[in-house]
Every structure is written in structure tokens, then in C-alpha cells.
């Protein structure tokens, strides 16, 4: 929570914000040469500036009205204008436009020339004349002749003859131009232009009178509102304690504001507790009315700003002056009827309490009340939250620094200079503590005895008698091959022997060398042809090459189809033998060595290491996910009945010591080196 707030120069200041701020006060006759003078903005027309100068709503930009219109009628009975208007200059508090409008009254039966009414051609051109005069810097008036026609729907035209004439004068305050009035004189004037300037140039000064009226109005206001703050401190300065002073503080507020309960709550563990309540000497804090009075406090501290209930049309019509009530309503139904105001206690700009002030429905506070109500509460909180910190025991001190040193390590105060420091800690921890070297890789266990079984030869599959995860020996049938096929074409290449034998023993009969060769040579290619076939009958059943477990063969799907020898059907493996082949990148290869000793971490069991221990490097690296990798093998160093190949997991190699700066900038460097060829 909050602990802080403002002193007495700040929050007399502040109390008179927007209102005639920029002459410091200073009187008419004093110099302005190191005072800047009363700007457009020292105008009060906004109900948050009449607030703050004490002023009822309204009233402020009431009284600015009714002194424009005046001081505009007075100019032109003075210059024997018709009519005319003020033009104020922009500022902070309002934009520039009209500031009053004047047109001298038409006698009865007579139809009026010009009306500023109905005309809006005529008005515009007025202002921005005038906004051509409060923009000169030189602060001369101006003066143009202008030609309208009467009651006609070419009015505002240009004619051939002048019939009016504009004068604008500024209106000066304290050397600088606020607006200008903008009068309208029916020609021939019996006035000269040069003594209408004048006359309306010394009607203008009251404006400046005005505005130093307003000025010493704030003034005064704000010196009775630090006198009655002054005067509620020292009274509950008697207290010897903070209770006695909260007590005290409630009593005064109630007496001079004329309430009919006041109550305040200070900061405890991070929530609002009920502190004091004028006419209690003893707090029931379990009781109804407590709770509903504590809640009150948390929504006006949940704000974090003061909240009036029930709120004014005014603040209702305006967003950004609109409050969450809820609780106040509830405290208002339960324990009232009511009408509250709730203000935060500050100390140095942190929240530390909240004072809730109750008034009987019929007497609601005023808003002018309100100014005087925050400047009381910037003074109540850090006096009473000083005497609360006095009060406190030695281990009570004790609790509190500890909670304020915590505080001051992860709280959200002095974020840069606390990222700083944190980076100072992690880079010296990351460049002298030493942490052991790791040559981190993806690596995957497999089988260290395997044979991969083809078909014998092109043809049919007949039939499969294994099954992945069965258990062969050596010499067991896992399947066998159509061999029709291959009988036929073993009984053809006899019955082909026999013939070629007939005409070989013809032709040697008949002493015929030539044709005895030829079929000497054809038997042999039969007999050839029938050893082929002879083979490929005796391999007709396919066999387990070696003792081990299936792990690949549902082929139960190609039974009766063609499969060719470059298509694998079984797979088997000793799963007693296990070796761990690692991923390692190509960065950290070299750093990689036969005999080198580190642990993986399987997938499937991420808490289980098991140790491990290079034995081969394989010479040539390959692509795998775009980036070269090598095929580094490893045997286990203790055993896992649980571990089965084809498992995936972590391996990390051990590489003597090394730091955790050089561990996270090595990549990066060398990257960089590799990229700059540094």
C-alpha cells in the first residue's frame, strides 16, 4: 500500500489549480517583469475550476457571462454601435469562440436592419475578425467597412455602396490578449472611428479589473483553507497516541463540517482497518456497521480518489468525474440514510488510509466543500501516519524494515536501477563460478545385433507364421514362398535336358561335330537353369538368420501378393544388446572423443540417467532437419531391463569446466565469428 504526501506549499498550490494560476497572485500594480502574467486559462469557466476556487457550480462561468454582456452593451452605447459580440481566445480550460452577444433593441413596430440572431454569415465573419485581432501581437485595433442588405436573402453580399462598419478592439489583461469585442456601426456613425477606438479601448479595461477580482477571490478562499487546516492539526496534535489522535481528528471534522459521523481507516497488512469513528471511544471493528464503513474505504482506495455519494448531476454528465458508489450506497442503506464523502490519506503520494465523512441526506456536502476536504486529508495522513510510526515497539520497527527492505527488492519502485543490478549479480555469477562442461545431443537406442530379411527371390508370398514381438531362433520358418511357379520351370528345364541329350547322341551318331557342340553347350545352360531352380526351391521357406526377437513383419497383408528381394520383410534384433547412437551438431563435434563418458535422459523415463561411454565416431556427417549432424555410438555403462530400442531421449557428454557466461555467449560469438570471419 501507500505511505506518503504533499506539504503545505504543494496542496495550497494545488487548491487552486486552472484558476488564475500563472500570476502567482501577484497584485496589479506589482512587477510582472519576473512573474508571468495571467493568462486565458486564469478565466474560470469550468465547474472544476469554480470548485476549486471555492465558488458554487455555475456561479463562476455565470459571473463571466453576465460581466461580458455588461462590459459588450456598455461599449456600444459608448462607440453608438447596434450591436455586437466578445471573442474570447482557446486555452487549457475551454475553446476559443463566442463570449457574449449583444444587439440594441429594435423599437416597437420597426422591422430591425440586421439581427446577429438569424444572420450566422454576419457572426462568423465577427469572429474571425476577432481572432484576427487576438492573434496580432502588436494589439491594434481593426477596423473594415462592410455592405449588407436588409431583411433580404442576399444579406451579408457585397453592394455598391458601404452601409456598416466593424471595429474590433482586444480586451488585455496583464499585457497579454484574452479575446476581442467585435462591434457593428450603421454608417454614416456619428462617432469617428478613432474616438470609437478609444472610448471602447477604456470600457475594455474593466475586463482586466475583473479578472484580478477572480484572482483575489482564489486567494482569499485558499488561505481560509489552510487556516482551518492548520487550526484541525494542532487540536489533534494533543493526542498522545495515534488512536487518540484519529479520535481527535474525527471529533474536529465532525464539529466543523457539521457531520454526523466521521470515521478513519489506516493501512494494516495490506488492508483497510477502521482506526477511529467521532463519538466512539471503543471500536466495535466485528460490527455491521464496521464492515459496511470498511468496505466504503477499500472502493474509495480502490480509486484512489475521492468519491462523493450520492454523486452530482454535474459529475454524472461528466466521464471522467464518474465513481463507482456501490458500497457507499450500501453503507448510505443500511446504516443511514446518508450522504458521504470518502478522500485517501497519502504520504509521499502512497496510499496509507482513508477518512469517510457522513452528513444527514437533506444537508449533502457542497461541492466547494470538496477542496477544502482534500486539502485536510493531505495534512491528516502523513501527521497521523507519523504518530502511528512512533507508537510502534522495537520488534514491531524490526518487522516493518524487514517488510520495507522486501519491498524495496521486488516491489515496482526503482525498476532500472534494480534490472541493472540484477544483470551486475548475474554476470559476475556467470563469469567466475565455474559449472561443469556438457556436449548436449537428441540420441536414440538401438539394437546392437540386427538382421533386416528380404524375399530369396522375386515371387509370390504364400504364407507367414511370426508375428512382431515373437521370439525365434536360429533356423526357424517365419515364412514361406510360392514355389509352383518354380517347379514348373524346374520340370520344364528337365524335360528341355533330356531333348537337348536326345539330339546331342543324334548328332554324334552322324559324325555331325558342329550340330553335337551346339546341344553340348544348350545342356549345360539347362543344367545351369535346373540348379537355379533347384535353389530357389530349397530357399522357398525363408528362415531366422540368427536367435533374437521380431521386431518388424506385420506383412500378414501381401499373403498371395508379388514381393520383390528390395522390399524387407522382417526385422530381428538382440534386444539384450542395446547401444545409444547420438546427434551431435556439427559445432560441437569437435569437442567429442572415444572414451568420453556422460549419461542420457530416455523420453519415456525423463528422472532415470543412465551412463554411457563413446566408442565410435562416425567419420561423415548427414542432414537430418536441415542441419548436419554426426552419428556418434555409445554403449551403456549399467543395464535397464526397461529400456528398449528405438527409445528416444537426451544424452549429455561431460567436457571438463566451464562458466555459464561461456556456455550461453560460446554459440554466439562463434556464430558471429563465423558470419564477420573475425
Not at 475550476?49 to 461599449?75: C, H, I, K, T
Not at 507367414?464 to 520340370?491: F, H, N, T, W, Y
Not at 531333348?499 to 551346339?518: E, F, V, Y
Not at 544424452?651 to 562463434?670: F, H, Y
Amino acid at each position: 500500500m501507500n505511505t506518503g504526501a504533499k506539504t503545505t506549499s504543494q496542496a495550497a498550490s494545488s487548491s487552486q489549480a486552472g484558476v488564475g494560476r500563472a500570476n502567482n497572485g501577484m497584485a496589479p500594480g506589482e512587477d510582472r517583469a519576473s512573474t508571468p502574467p495571467p493568462g486565458p486559462a486564469a478565466i474560470v469557466t469550468t465547474r472544476a475550476q469554480a470548485a476549486e476556487a471555492g465558488v458554487a457550480p455555475g456561479d463562476a462561468a455565470a459571473q463571466l457571462q453576465s460581466f461580458l454582456a455588461e462590459l459588450l452593451q456598455r461599449q456600444c452605447e459608448l462607440a453608438g454601435a447596434i450591436g455586437g459580440i466578445i471573442y474570447l481566445a482557446g486555452s487549457a480550460a475551454r475553446p476559443g469562440g463566442l463570449g457574449a452577444t449583444f444587439m440594441v433593441p429594435t423599437p416597437p413596430g420597426q422591422r430591425p436592419q440586421v439581427s446577429l440572431a438569424t444572420d450566422q454569415t454576419l457572426v462568423t465573419r465577427m469572429c474571425r475578425i476577432g481572432e484576427e485581432v487576438v492573434a496580432d501581437p502588436s494589439g491594434e485595433a481593426k477596423v473594415e467597412a462592410i455592405t449588407l442588405q436588409p431583411d433580404g436573402p442576399s444579406r451579408g453580399m457585397y453592394q455598391a455602396t458601404t452601409t456598416h462598419r466593424l471595429l474590433a478592439c482586444p480586451l488585455v489583461a496583464a499585457e497579454q490578449v484574452h479575446g476581442a469585442s467585435v462591434l457593428l456601426l450603421v454608417l454614416p456613425s456619428p462617432i469617428e472611428p478613432a474616438e470609437a477606438v478609444t472610448l471602447v479601448r477604456l470600457a475594455g479595461g474593466a475586463y482586466e479589473s475583473f479578472i484580478w477580482q477572480q484572482q483575489c477571490m482564489v486567494e482569499a478562499h485558499a488561505k481560509t483553507r489552510l487556516r482551518e487546516t492548520l487550526e484541525l492539526i494542532d487540536a489533534a496534535q494533543q493526542g498522545g497516541d495515534a488512536e487518540t489522535m484519529g479520535s481527535l481528528f474525527c471529533h474536529e471534522l465532525q464539529r466543523r463540517f457539521g457531520c454526523t459521523r466521521v470515521s478513519i481507516g489506516l493501512v494494516r497488512q495490506g488492508r483497510l482497518r477502521l482506526a477511529a469513528v467521532s463519538g466512539a471511544d471503543q471500536l466495535d471493528r466485528r460490527g455491521g456497521a464496521a464492515e459496511s464503513i470498511e468496505s466504503a474505504m477499500e472502493e474509495c482506495a480502490d480509486q484512489d480518489v475521492e468519491v462523493v455519494y450520492p454523486p452530482t448531476p454535474e459529475a454524472e454528465a461528466n466521464p471522467a468525474g464518474r465513481r463507482v458508489t456501490r458500497a457507499h450506497a450500501m453503507l448510505s442503506q443500511r446504516h443511514g440514510p446518508a450522504a458521504i464523502v470518502s478522500l485517501p490519506l497519502r504520504v509521499e503520494g502512497d496510499l496509507v488510509g482513508v477518512v469517510l465523512l457522513e452528513r444527514e441526506p437533506s444537508d449533502p456536502f457542497p461541492p466547494a466543500a470538496v477542496p477544502l476536504l482534500r486539502l485536510v486529508a493531505e495534512f491528516i495522513g502523513p501527521a497521523l501516519w507519523t504518530r502511528r510510526l512512533a507508537d510502534r515497539g522495537v520488534l514491531a520497527v524490526v518487522r516493518d524494515r524487514a517488510m520495507e527492505v522486501a519491498l524495496a527488492t521486488v516491489g515496482p519502485r526503482h525498476t532500472a536501477a534494480k534490472l541493472v543490478g540484477l544483470a551486475l549479480i548475474l554476470l559476475l555469477v556467470g563469469s567466475l563460478i565455474p559449472i561443469p562442461g556438457r556436449i548436449t545431443a537428441e540420441c536414440e537406442t538401438d539394437a546392437a545385433v540386427s538382421r533386416t530379411i528380404p524375399p530369396p527371390y522375386p515371387g509370390f508370398l504364400q504364407s507367414v507364421r511370426v508375428r512382431p514381438g515373437d521370439r525365434v531362433e536360429k533356423g526357424d520358418v517365419l515364412a514361406a514362398m510360392d514355389v509352383s511357379e518354380v517347379q514348373l520351370e524346374l520340370d520344364k528345364a528337365t524335360s528341355k535336358l533330356a531333348s537337348l541329350r536326345t539330339q546331342r547322341d543324334d548328332a554324334m551318331g552322324k559324325h555331325q561335330l558342329g550340330d553335337a557342340a551346339i546341344a553340348s553347350a544348350a545342356i549345360e545352360e539347362s543344367n545351369a537353369e535346373i540348379k537355379l531352380f533347384e535353389d530357389r526351391l530349397s530357399r522357398g521357406q525363408i528362415r531366422a538368420p540368427i536367435s533374437g526377437v521380431l521386431s518388424r513383419g506385420e506383412i500378414e497383408a501381401l499373403q498371395g501378393a508379388r514381393v520383390e528381394p528390395t522390399t524387407p520383410l522382417f526385422e530381428i534384433v538382440d534386444p539384450g544388446r542395446l547401444v545409444v547412437t547420438l546427434r551431435v551438431r556439427e559445432r560441437d563435434i569437435g569437442r567429442v572423443s572415444v572414451g568420453q563418458e556422460g549419461a542420457i535422459s530416455p523420453t519415456a523415463l525423463p528422472g532415470e540417467r543412465l551412463k554411457i561411454r563413446v566408442t565410435r565416431i562416425r567419420p561423415a556427417a548427414e542432414v537430418v532437419k536441415e542441419s548436419n549432424v554426426y552419428f556418434v555410438e555409445a554403449e551403456l555403462l549399467e543395464e535397464a531391463a526397461w529400456l528398449k530400442p528405438g527409445m528416444t531421449g537426451t544424452a549429455r557428454l561431460k567436457k571438463g569446466w566451464t562458466t555459464m557466461m561461456a556456455t550461453v555467449l560460446g554459440p554466439v560469438i562463434d556464430e558471429a565469428r563465423l558470419r564477420l570471419w573475425w
